[in-house]
């Protein structure tokens, strides 16, 4: 036994046999082939996999909406009686003179009671009011705040305290408008 040479391991005398001889090129293309052809097909598997997972989702969302309940929409339709001619000949003439009718109420869009008050002098607040409350339900706060910004311009301060019909936005508005004439009356030169 010699120390200054170390023992060989047997697996490592195995291994680094066949270190220097000349591989079967054959044989290693062959591996290649089919270790190509099975990272293709996992490839195109995958891109499958994920193909099929949108098409469901897709399939999906179709689905829901396919079976979501529709809104219901009320259409009213009136129907003009059948008239004949004898009906026709015992009609009493139309009366001459008629009054344009009065809306009882006011418009049903917000936009339109808010043009009815840019056209009124007298109602002009209330109009403001009702224009700025529909445009609060209808979640439109730009337009609500203007509205109500025009039923508070040229209140008697009476009109400015806050009562308990108005709501969150009109109070912060009243109080707002307050603190602005305050103000005013503090930095009178």
Not at 139 to 145: F, I, Q, V, W
Not at 165 to 181: F, P, R, T, V
């Amino acid at each position: 036994m010699n120390i200054d040479q170390p023992e060989m391991d047997p697996i490592e005398a195995f291994l680094g046999q066949g270190a220097g001889e000349k591989t079967n090129e054959k044989l290693r293309r062959l591996i290649q082939q089919k270790t190509l052809g099975v990272l293709r097909r996992r490839r195109w598997l995958r891109r499958g996999g994920w193909l099929a997972g949108l098409a469901a989702c897709y399939a999906a969302g179709i689905l829901t909406m396919r079976f979501w309940p529709a809104p219901e929409v009320n259409h009213h339709l009136a129907i003009a009686p059948e008239q004949n001619d004898a009906s026709q000949v015992n009609a009493a003439p139309p009366p001459t003179e008629t009054k344009p009718p009065t809306p009882a109420q006011p418009p049903e869009s917000a936009l339109a009671m808010e043009w009815q008050a840019l056209d009124s002098t007298e109602k002009r607040p209330d109009l403001f009011r009702l224009a700025g409350d529909k445009y609060l339900e209808d979640n439109n706060l730009e337009s609500a705040t203007r509205c109500y910004r025009g039923a508070l311009d040229n209140v008697p301060d009476q009109d400015l305290k806050i009562s308990v019909n108005d709501n969150w936005l009109l109070m912060s508005l009243k109080q707002a408008k307050q603190e602005e004439k305050r103000y005013a009356k503090l930095n009178r030169p």
